[in-house]
């Protein structure tokens, strides 16, 4: 769930206290959901029901390595193979905000020099990336915006905010 090394463990209800203590007296951090999910998005980790669900393709959201054409028979393996013939037409992106501001989940990713409709996707993530130093996300784009170092716009609550398109993960355990 965070990028990091780490564990799940289950237990009896009745003994939840007592590991939870333990746990904290031989040096665990325990952490809150926000802090994971910061996590989770400086590893450029997918949530589901953010950057993927039904709608959306391994191959979009930059997954395509999971997608094993040749392992058999499965659903939706043909249209997977029709997508990565023809080439998607729109993708998930990293971005990295270049000037002051936070984009969150559902705000407008725009162009303002088009004519009408200037919405061109949306963002999935965002965050204050504390460990990458400075405001992060991830958003669907047309593939004409999605290569690296492409300037794109957030609309943060009716404020324009520049970010540039990032390589991801953004941040990587030394």
Not at 25 to 39: F, M, W
Not at 49 to 69: Q, R, S
Not at 145 to 173: E, L, N
Request: aromatic fraction near 8%; glycine fraction near 12%.
């Amino acid at each position: 769930y965070t990028g990091e090394d780490g564990f799940e463990i289950a237990c009896r209800a009745d003994d939840a206290m007592e590991l939870w203590h333990t746990l904290v007296d031989e040096g665990a951090h325990p952490i809150g959901l926000g802090a994971r999910d910061t996590l989770r998005l400086e590893a450029r980790l997918c949530l589901y029901g953010n950057d993927i669900d039904h709608t959306t393709t391994p191959y979009e959201a930059a997954l395509g390595w999971v997608v094993k054409p040749d392992a058999g028979d499965f659903i939706g393996k043909d249209a997977l193979l029709k997508q990565k013939a023809e080439g998607i037409k729109r993708k998930l992106i990293g971005f990295k905000i270049t000037e002051r501001g936070i984009a969150r989940h559902d705000y407008a990713i725009v162009d303002r020099s088009l004519e009408g409709d200037q919405v061109i996707g949306k963002v999935t993530s965002g965050t204050s990336g504390i460990s990458c130093g400075g405001a992060i996300g991830l958003g669907y784009v047309p593939v004409d915006y999605a290569a690296i170092d492409s300037q794109i716009t957030i609309d943060c609550r009716g404020k324009d905010v520049p970010a540039k398109v990032v390589k991801g993960p953004f941040y990587k355990r030394s």
